[in-house]
T-cell receptor
Framework: LAKTTQPISMDSYEGQEVNITCSHN???????ITWYQQFPSQGPRFIIQ???TKVTNEVASLFIPADRKSSTLSLPRVSLSDTAVYYC???????????FGAGTRLTVKP | EAGVAQSPRYKIIEKRQSVAFWCNPI?????LYWYQQILGQGPKLLIQ????????DSQLPKDRFSAERLKGVDSTLKIQPAKLEDSAVYLC????????????FGPGTRLTVL
């Protein structure tokens, strides 16, 4: 069963690039890696999903090495509004059954 | 497109009372999830429905929690009787049938048990 490990918290400053790495040593062959963002008093929101190499959208980039045992969420030029908790998820049994860990609490400072 | 709707947004009850939460997923989304999120923790899956059938309820405390999705659309989650440790935000999420695994979350219901 896939399980994820990510840092509990990170601090950054406005304008910097932030990289959050997640370990998923037991990821299965068909598993996708998905990242969510959660602001206080809101439900989690999908950010990005990938299977291998690199995926980029208007919000972030996701880097996945060849062995897929980890992934790195990259947020370019963060702002104060990027302060949130970021969750890395891989499936538990199938791609419709994913479990949230404790996430990484990112604090962006002015 | 309307998002996942939940009500109420907030609820305060005393221990041993009963409470019910309602969720209306995005139209056409066959899979519905209920999560419990305790302050400072990630969401914990309580139950997953596929249409009106239960796919996974292994983490649902069945002695006090129940959930149903009778017509395969909206769903209710009930706690009876509530305990202090049930204080949390209850999140509902849905995904489209065959649409991959991107979950769309509602705003949640914040429950306080006194």
């Amino acid at each position: 069963l896939a399980k994820t490990t990510q840092p509990i918290s990170m601090d950054s400053y406005e304008g910097q690039e932030v990289n959050i790495t997640c370990s998923h040593n037991n990821i299965a062959t068909n598993d996708y890696i998905t990242w969510y963002q959660q602001f206080p008093s809101q439900g989690p929101r999908f950010i990005i999903q990938g299977y291998k190499t690199k995926v980029t959208n208007e919000v972030a980039s996701l880097f996945i090495p060849a062995d897929r045992k980890s992934s790195t969420l990259s947020l370019p030029r963060v702002s104060l509004s990027d302060t949130a908790v970021y969750y890395c998820l891989v499936p538990m049994y199938n791609n419709n059954d994913m479990r949230f860990g404790a996430g990484t609490r990112l604090t962006v400072k002015p | 497109e309307a998002g996942v709707a939940q009500s109420p947004r907030y609820k305060i009850i005393e221990k041993r009372q009963s409470v019910a939460f309602w969720c209306n997923p995005i139209s056409g989304h066959a899979t519905l999830y209920w999560y419990q999120q305790i302050l400072g923790q990630g969401p914990k899956l309580l139950i997953q429905f596929q249409n009106n059938g239960v796919v996974d309820d292994s983490q649902l405390p069945k002695d006090r929690f129940s959930a149903e999705r009778l017509k395969g659309v909206d769903s209710t989650l009930k706690i009876q009787p509530a305990k202090l440790e049930d204080s949390a935000v209850y999140l509902c999420a849905s995904i489209q049938a065959g649409g991959g695994d991107t979950q769309y979350f509602g705003p949640g219901t914040r429950l306080t048990v006194l």
